[in-house]
């Protein structure tokens, strides 16, 4: 099942929440450290679910918990206007769900040259945002995998909704390559395994150069061949033209046609597999009175394709950007 109703669990999971470090950022290590602790203790229901949602994950590629308890809106702060957060915010709701539930997936992972290397992001809207940006709004965020250009992208991308936007029409798209690749005839499923292709890279990895190249190379298929990874970006992967660039086209159509919208409301968590999707938002309109949507981001690696390659990893720890070549 893609979304689950936890809303039977709420008390049993404020509870959790509750005996969690009441400001996170001061001591983050601790924080994520004393959430793995508790995620041992998480409902049945939820723990099983995230378990194989870890283990095999689904034919969709997601997984939405429902019906969290969120404070009240009236008890929130103001969506943000900036990032990162301050260090002495307070614990709120859904920060603490995607702690609890993050460590029962994996290690909670910073990017340094990704809004100043912080853990969680704040994701809002902001005038006059990069078009590549989360905090762009009035226009579509494209479809992409999160970080496919990078050594150590996250195998997880966690989104837990704090406010919806007004209007609620803001929906959040993911295309699963479990479904997309049967779509696909065997010429071209063969033609993109382990084929990779130039990538650009997004603005905070560019190293204050404005435009970079194609630094990366990505591969749109790869791993199990009866059960492949995508590597995949609307925006920044830039195909070699020809046979490579017809064999994207046709991977690109395909994911579009199996694309499903998830509509986040408050007290969601959204889980989104990212060696094996590619995800989008659509766009809506922010009024900018401090009750604009606002999610919660945090990105999780597992020891799945490589990702904790040392062995030594904590959740909290913050990686520095290496390209894939």
């Known amino acids: 099942m893609t979304i689950i109703d936890v809303t039977a669990h709420r008390e049993a999971l404020l509870d959790l929440a509750s005996t969690l470090p009441d400001v996170p950022r001061a001591d983050l290590y601790r924080f994520l450290r004393d959430a793995g602790k508790l995620s041992t203790e998480l409902p049945q229901e939820i723990a099983d679910a995230l378990d194989a949602f870890g283990r095999d994950g689904n034919e969709d590629g997601y997984l939405v918990l429902r019906g969290l308890p969120v404070e009240a809106d009236e008890d929130l702060p103001a969506t943000p206007t900036s990032t990162p957060a301050p260090v002495g915010r307070g614990r709120l709701n859904m920060e603490a769900f995607l702690a609890l539930f993050g460590r029962r997936l994996g290690l909670h992972t910073g990017y340094a040259e990704l809004r100043s290397g912080t853990v969680y992001h704040d994701v809002y809207p902001s005038p006059g945002a990069h078009h590549l940006s989360s905090e762009t709004s009035e226009t579509l965020l494209e479809f992409h995998t999160e970080m496919a250009y990078h050594t150590l992208q996250p195998n997880y991308v966690m989104l837990a909704c704090s406010r919806a936007d007004h209007e609620r029409t803001a929906k959040t798209l993911v295309g699963s390559v479990r479904k997309a690749v049967k779509l696909l005839d065997a010429a071209t499923v063969e033609h993109l395994y382990d084929n990779a292709q130039p990538c650009e890279v997004d603005v905070a990895f560019r190293g204050g150069i404005e435009d970079p190249g194609t630094i990366a190379n990505v591969k749109p298929l790869y791993g199990d061949r009866e059960d492949p990874l995508l590597g995949y970006d609307r925006e920044l992967l830039k195909p070699n033209e020809g046979a490579d660039a017809e064999a994207v086209a046709k991977l690109s159509d395909a994911l579009d046609e199996v694309t499903e919208a998830v509509s986040l409301v408050p007290g969601d968590v959204l889980i989104i597999d990212n060696f094996r999707t590619t995800h989008a938002r659509t766009p809506f309109t922010p009024r900018w009175d401090g009750k604009d949507r606002w999610l919660h981001r945090v990105y999780i690696r597992t020891a ?16 520095a950007f290496t390209p894939r070549r």
Do not use: F, K, S, W
């Not at 799945?304 to 990686?319: F, I, M, S, Y």
């Open 304 to 319: 799945h394709h490589g990702q904790l390659p040392t062995g030594e990893e904590r959740a909290g720890d913050v990686v």
